[in-house]
């Protein structure tokens, strides 16, 4: 186990782009979605979902979430909490940074995001490691 300011859970975050996140349903059973996400520079981590998806709903119910980090046999297992983000500007700001990441390019330009997370109900989660595990 690593403590969640880890420099080398950081670092392998910040190196990979694709993880599982793991919430929990209401029924207690788990529900997992293989997402892109980005790595804010305070460490928190940051996915764009649509509103009507179960991990959106799952995370807003019960924010205690695991998202597991793989690499060929290797896997980085963080445990955090999930803040919900619906509004712009701070939605639009985060969704431009994961769509840059994700497309391999600089991130468009937040203002110009307006009507198309509207029309996709895009929202925001943003995870706050608590707990980091290292598994090789």
Not at 19 to 27: E, H, K
Not at 73 to 82: D, E, F, I, P, Q
Not at 113 to 133: D, F, G, K, N
Request: overall charge negative; aromatic content about 6%.
């Amino acid at each position: 186990m690593t403590d969640a300011d880890d420099p080398t859970a950081d670092a392998f975050l910040r190196d990979h782009m694709w993880a599982v996140l793991a919430t929990g349903r209401r029924d207690g059973s788990p529900q997992q979605s293989m997402i892109g996400y980005v790595v804010d520079d305070d460490g928190r981590i940051v996915i764009s979902a649509k509103a009507y998806t179960a991990k959106w709903h799952n995370a807003l119910r019960q924010p205690s979430v695991s998202l597991t980090v793989p690499d060929g046999r290797a896997a980085l297992v963080v445990y955090g909490t999930a803040e919900a983000i619906a509004d712009d500007p701070e939605r639009a700001e985060l969704t431009a940074r994961v769509m840059g990441r994700l497309m391999g390019a600089d991130p468009p330009d937040p203002s110009t995001l307006a009507e198309m997370l509207e029309s996709q109900q895009r929202t925001v989660l943003r995870i706050t490691p608590t707990r980091t595990i290292f598994h090789e």
